[in-house]
């Protein structure tokens, strides 16, 4: 049984995602969620799917080595991040080379590094007259979206296109590729 923990900080909708599609595998599970937000909607997801799910503060992620024992408890067989917002340190970077990975909303290089998420991208985008954007798929280093580059898919941005319009366009890329590259990696 291939084991994939999920650390998210928000609505969830890609963890969502991630849970249908392994839903009918049997050599894959979701075992742990984990947020850095006590009210993130992930958590409901995640209880709702009936997997085990935790909160945590600055101080058990990135001092106190709290979430480093836990995750060295859970030997997961990758670590996906999904819309989780905050840095990963160098620490755990190290205990699980080339085993956490990232989704960007976006085609990086371009629109990543610090304060570069979620909704912040696609006004970066809009604003710029971009005329394609996308999403990255990256293994994790110590910098902000910085790691080698997994997989990367694109979407037109068309014209009249509001930042929420194109952040709807992304998601449902995001949400039809990101399981299917987790499962490529997995096997
Ligand atoms: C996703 O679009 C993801 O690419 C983005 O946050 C959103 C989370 O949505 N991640 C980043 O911006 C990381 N820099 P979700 O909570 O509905 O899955």
């Known amino acids: 049984m291939k084991k994939i923990v999920i650390l998210a900080s ?26 850095n937000n006590s009210t993130a909607y992930v958590l ?5 799917n009936n997997i085990p799910a935790m909160s945590f503060n600055k101080y058990a992620f990135a001092k106190a080595g709290t979430i480093e024992t836990l995750l ?9 991040l999904a819309g989780f917002l905050w840095k990963i340190p160098g620490s755990l970077v190290k205990l699980f080379p080339n085993k956490i ?11 990543g590094g ?16 971009e005329q394609i954007s996308g999403i990255t798929i990256h293994y994790v280093n110590e910098n902000y979206d910085e790691g080698a580059i997994i997989e990367q898919f694109s979407c037109p ?7 929420d319009e194109l952040a709807a366009r992304i998601h449902e890329l995001e949400h039809q590729h990101f ?5 490529k990696i997995l096997s």
């Not at 409901?44 to 709702?48: G, L, M, V």
């Not at 610090?114 to 007259?129: L, S």
Request: aromatic letters at 6%.
């Open 10 to 35: 928000g609505n969830g909708t890609n963890a969502q995602a991630i849970i249908d599609h392994f839903a009918i595998n049997d050599k894959v599970k979701i075992s742990l969620i984990l947020s």
């Open 101 to 111: 990975i990232n989704i960007h909303p976006a085609l990086l290089p371009k629109y």
């Open 72 to 80: 060295l408890a859970e030997q997961p067989d990758i670590i996906v």
């Open 157 to 163: 941005i068309y014209k009249e296109d509001t930042a």
């Open 44 to 48: 409901e997801r995640a209880q709702k």
């Open 114 to 129: 610090k304060g570069m998420y979620g909704i912040h991208v696609h006004r970066a985008v809009i604003e710029n007259k």
């Open 179 to 183: 399981p299917v590259v987790i499962e």
